[in-house]
T-cell receptor, first 112, second 114 residues
Framework: GDSVTQTEGLVTVTEGLPVKLNCTYQ???????FFWYVQYLNEAPQVLLK?????KRTEHQGFHATLHKSSSSFHLQKSSAQLSDSALYYC??????????FGKGTSLTVIP | DTTVKQNPRYKLARVGKPVNLICSQT?????MYWYQKKPNQAPKLLLF???????READTFEKFQSSRPNNSFCSLYIGSAGLEYSAMYLC?????????????FGEGSKLTVL
């Protein structure tokens, strides 16, 4: 079946250092859309990045991710973490553009 | 206005009692979803409405009911709450199901069953 795996439940990084949140997926669909959602404390999850094109880098708010169908990955990266980036991050797969499957989420804490 | 609103934000219920959660959106989205989120677990899709058509996941088919009286509102109903229903319930909407559109989420309704 379709599934999404986020290997880290908790990530702590020092302000100004790079951060990478891992996300891999399984699906039999060739046509897929992929998303990163961010949920700040006491707020609704909101989309951060989305992509449906293989090997194309997508950027928003300093974060970037590239969908790699060859390795079934859509890792989220930022070159310099900010205190305001502390949040819960979900990656989500939309196989065949139908429904959405989420990972368990990664809680990112940025410390001074 | 791209907000999805959920009520109540917090709900305390007794085992065996019914629970009704409400969601509304003003974006004229044709699809509305309900997800269940428990700690350290991925949000789990319970059901979704595409227009007036209700689709329920097979493993939660009998546990949750829903209604959508109009395009803007969607409810999630639990007839008899059990301890296992304690979770955050997230409502979301999107424009259609067969597109690359994103989900717009509400802030969630936290249900605690005692």
């Amino acid at each position: 079946g379709d599934s999404v795996t986020q290997t880290e439940g908790l990530v702590t990084v020092t302000e100004g250092l790079p951060v990478k949140l891992n996300c891999t997926y399984q699906t039999t669909y060739l046509t897929i859309a992929f998303f990163w959602y961010v949920q700040y404390l006491n707020e609704a999850p909101q989309v951060l990045l989305k992509s449906s094109t293989d090997n194309k880098r997508t950027e928003h708010q300093g974060f970037h991710a590239t969908l790699h169908k060859s390795s079934s990955s859509f890792h989220l990266q930022k070159s310099s973490a900010q205190l305001s980036d502390s949040a819960l991050y979900y990656c989500a797969l939309s196989p065949g553009y139908q429904n959405f499957y989420f990972g368990k989420g990664t809680s990112l804490t940025v410390i001074p | 206005d791209t907000t999805v609103k959920q009520n109540p934000r917090y709900k305390l219920a007794r085992v065996g009692k019914p629970v009704n959660l409400i969601c509304s959106q003003t974006m004229n989205h044709d699809t509305m979803y309900w997800y269940q989120k428990k700690p350290n677990q991925a949000p789990k899709l319970l059901l979704f409405y595409y227009d007036k058509i209700l689709n329920r996941e097979a493993d939660t088919f009998e546990k949750f009911q829903s209604s959508r009286p109009n395009n803007s509102f969607c409810s999630l109903y639990i007839g008899s709450a059990g301890l296992e229903y304690s979770a955050m319930y997230l409502c979301a909407s999107s424009r259609g199901t067969t597109n690359t559109g994103q989900l717009y989420f509400g802030e969630g309704s936290k249900l605690t069953v005692l």
